[in-house]
Structures are given as structure tokens and as C-alpha cells.
């Protein structure tokens, strides 16, 4: 089984379900507007989004979205520093 995501070397990564099952791609998340950015991305694709990029205070981003087969799914970002 592939991962879908998992924090990995400072950032968020999730494989890149439109390549799939052709290849296997991953989108890294570093920042924010890299949350904001996947965010946006998935629900161009089809995802509805549950909850748009929202800061958790003194810790980092994170968006709640819902899969075009009903999986819900979520990206988070960790504050640096």
C-alpha cells in the first residue's frame, strides 16, 4: 500500500492521486501557502472543502477535505520556530 501522506523531513507529503495508477508522485508541503496552495489544487480536482486553510495558534495550518469517493482527508502544516 502507498502512503497518502506523512510528515517527512519538515514537511506534509501526499501522493499526487491524479498520476495514479501510472506513476507514483508525491506534492510537498512546506509552508502555509503550500497548504493553502493543495488545498485549492484538491478542490479544483473534485475534493469538497470541509474546512479552508485555518491557523491553530503557536502551531501551524491545516485544511479539512472530502475525497470525489467520500474519504475525508486533511493537510497540515507545523509553524516553524
Request: charge should be negative.
Amino acid at each position: 500500500m502507498l502512503p497518502t501522506i506523512e510528515w517527512k523531513n519538515e514537511a506534509v507529503v501526499m501522493i499526487d492521486q491524479r498520476k495514479l495508477p501510472v506513476s507514483e508522485v508525491y506534492v510537498t508541503c512546506r509552508t502555509a501557502a503550500d497548504v493553502a496552495k493543495a488545498i485549492r489544487q484538491a478542490e479544483g480536482l473534485g475534493a469538497t472543502v470541509m474546512k479552508e486553510s485555518t491557523e491553530v495558534p503557536g502551531m501551524g495550518w491545516f485544511g479539512v477535505l472530502v475525497d470525489p469517493t467520500g474519504a475525508a482527508f486533511a493537510v497540515w502544516q507545523i509553524r516553524e520556530g
